[in-house]
């Protein structure tokens, strides 16, 4: 039993004791078993919840727990997306086979994180058809990991602990990365915008920006560590930093990253047309080590529709803005998001987002269709767009990118490049796969010893949305 009189109440130190804590707990279960405890961590959606996953297996081994290579572990977390409705439903099939196997193995703990699990309705769908869940978290507390699996093997019920926000930011605490060469590195949590489809307000809470000095010593342990590339993540880079005590800009931060010795490429993801500015753009021009990638949500290229999804763009800043980006950086990649079947697109409003991917000729573009998420100010609309209409519109539009798309990176055989050279290739052994600058994928003859350099590689012959290329 926990001794609550000994337990730290000031973070990270609190979680250091529950590591210890639930260290006992799977020690004591594993020599019972004869066999290591194991853990499977299921991330879905964005690079933000794979960062916060990597935080969570940190703490999981260091409490003891191993790695299992399927759900038949120990301990099964799924850390959720709910931007779109679909993202929720396949969370509720996987927790169907997820009870067999808890039924062949009664320790099993099964634990769901992630922005699903700030949803008041999922938690209650949850607790009331899902009873064999063990754990249910949410985004502002993943920190605390270890002292809800004290917590499940102390109180042998259900244990939900969801904030509605925080302003605690704990930092210090270990995170085992997926990538010996790469890391994500939170620069940002939450974001303000609050776009009138969106969900991520609700569920990630208000902006807040991590310390300058945090984020730069961070980087430079990983580096230390063996990291050259790191992706700076935000849901919104471009406005970090205003509410600081000390406010600097985002262009200013990556000044200070730029300067980090060691650290040979930098990302970010994800911008905000609003809140681009030239500054940035000006710094981009004149770095030795940013990517030449610029990922930059569309959305939309009707004006009309934009104003009513709260973007604060029009169609014409936004195209301004690419011509900006291409001006001050010839070679940059510009990739996007956009939605089709938002409420009351007409094919005129359609037609101008046809009109912008034409422009713009995307190097790439994740396309949506719209999802009506409760609680959102578009979700409340009645002139929703019939599934018909949508999957027309989508199609045409998923045709018309992925044509584009295939002629720019047709426009770039011939060259060489630099790769970093991330992974032997799973089909061939013989090759490796890495990542341009621009972040398209490359395959070359190569071996394991290559993994984590950054190579130059001719891009031979472009095969769609990937590249067969030749070491130099
Ligand atoms: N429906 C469809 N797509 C959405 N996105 C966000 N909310 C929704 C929604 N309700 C998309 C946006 C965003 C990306 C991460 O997900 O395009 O940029
Ligand atoms: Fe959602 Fe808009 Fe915030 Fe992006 S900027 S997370 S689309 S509310």
Known sequence: MTDTINIPTTEPQRQFYFIKEAKKYVDFLSKEKGRALTYFVNTFGCQMNARDSEKIVGILEQIGYKPGDSEESDLVIYNTCTVRENANNKIYGHLGYLSSYKEHNPDMKIALCGCMMQEQSAVDKIKSAHRFVDIIFGTHNI??????????????????????????IVENLPAVRKYPFKSGVNIMYGCNNFCSYCIVPYVRGRERSRKPEDIINEIKQLVADGVVEVMLLGQNVNSYGKNLEHPITFAQLLEQV???????????????????????????????KVCHHFHLPLQSGSTKLLEDMNRHYTKEDYLLLVEKLRKAVPDIAITTDIIVGYPGETEEDFLETMDVVERVKYDSAFTFIYSKRSGTPAAKRDDQITPEVIKNRFDRLLKRVQQLASEKAKALEGKTMDVLVESVNSQNKELVSGRLSNNSIVHFAGNKELIGQIVSVKLVCCKGFYYIGERI
């Open 258 to 288: 730029e300067q980090i010795e060691g650290l040979e490429r930098i990302r970010f993801m994800t911008s905000h047309p609003k809140d681009l500015s030239d500054e940035l753009i000006m710094f981009m021009k004149h770095s030795k």
């Open 143 to 168: 920190f605390m990991i270890a002292e809800l699996i004290v917590r499940s093997f102390e109180e042998e019920k259900m244990v939900v602990e969801v904030w509605d926000g925080t302003d605690q």
